[in-house]
Each structure stands twice: as structure tokens, then as C-alpha cells.
């Protein structure tokens, strides 16, 4: 096979890896799927807010309470999915009162596109004091192509 035809099939298998339709396959969505928490393909599961084996600083019952406020009143603002963006997130002030420094600071990094949803462990379970956070995929770009002259 000649090197330039290498190239090519080497970028396209590339690009197929890390193409949205690989990343989901790659996750077990079911939970947030059947509960219409499921922001759709053009998202991805970034993770859980934060590590459910610890403890949270504070009050457990306080930051369950300030994050099913926040998910309860997002129903209207991204259709049925039951997520919201960062930015009404973050405009919530008793969701951001229970926010850990790193989560806070993690969170006003993300992208304006990035979402905010209910959270779940592996069995589909609910994570009452967990959020979800999901970030917009970039639009895939169709494959490098290599130059007719170069070798």
C-alpha cells in the first residue's frame, strides 16, 4: 500500500475512535436515557460531580436539596431532559452555596455550552447530592487529507 494511502486510512480510523457515535458506545447511557436525562449525541458524559465514596463537605441533605431545586426547575428551560445550562446553573445561588472550591472553579472553566443534569451510578441508581455534567461535542471534521505532491 502505498504511504499516502496509509495516511489516509490511518487518519480515517483515527477519526472514527473519537467520533461521537464511539464515545457513547463506550459509556453505559441507559439510566439517563430512561429517565429523559439524556442530553442527546451532539453531549457527552463528562463524569459525576463529584466521588460518591466520600463524603461531602457539609450538609449532605442541604446540597441534595439545592441540586433537585435546581434539576426541578430546568424541566421548561431544555425540553424534557431535565438538564440545564451552566451559565442558569450557575446563576442559582443556593446550587452554587454547596459547591466544593474545586467544583466551583472546574465548573466556571467549562465551556458556555456545557450542561448540567441529574446524576447516576452505574446500576441507575439516582445520586441525589451528585450533578451530571455533559460538554457539546466539537462538529467532526471530515479527515486531513494529504497533499497529491507530498510524500
Same mark, same amino acid.
Given at each position: ?9 490511518? @487518519?480515517?480510523?483515527?477519526?472514527? +475512535? ?5 464515545? *457513547? ?6 439510566? =439517563? #436515557?430512561?429517565?429523559?436525562? !439524556? ?5 457527552? @458524559?463528562?463524569?459525576?460531580? =463529584?466521588?460518591?465514596? #466520600? ?26 431532559? *431535565?438538564?440545564?445550562?451552566? #451559565?442558569?446553573? @450557575? ?14 472553579? !472546574? @465548573? ?19 445520586? #441525589?447530592?451528585?450533578?451530571?455534567? !455533559? ?12 497533499? +497529491?505532491?507530498?510524500?
Amino acid at each position: 500500500m502505498p504511504r499516502q494511502e496509509q495516511v489516509k486510512t490511518l @487518519l480515517t480510523k483515527m477519526n472514527a +475512535a473519537v467520533s461521537p457515535d464511539s464515545l *457513547h458506545r463506550r459509556l453505559d447511557l441507559a439510566p =439517563y #436515557k430512561s429517565s429523559q436525562a !439524556w442530553p442527546g449525541k451532539p453531549f457527552l @458524559l463528562v463524569g459525576n460531580s =463529584y466521588n460518591t465514596e #466520600k463524603r461531602v463537605r457539609g450538609s449532605a441533605q442541604k446540597r441534595a436539596s439545592a441540586i433537585a431545586a435546581l434539576l426541578q426547575d430546568s424541566h421548561g428551560a431544555y425540553g424534557k431532559k *431535565h438538564c440545564l445550562t451552566l #451559565k442558569d446553573a @450557575l446563576a442559582n445561588q443556593r446550587f452554587v452555596d454547596t459547591l466544593s472550591r474545586f467544583e466551583a472553579d !472546574w @465548573l466556571r472553566r467549562e465551556p458556555a455550552t456545557t450542561l448540567i443534569g441529574p446524576a447516576y451510578d452505574d446500576e441507575g441508581n439516582l445520586l #441525589k447530592d451528585s450533578f451530571a455534567v !455533559w460538554r457539546r461535542l466539537q462538529p467532526t471534521k471530515a479527515p486531513l487529507s494529504v497533499p +497529491a505532491g507530498s510524500r
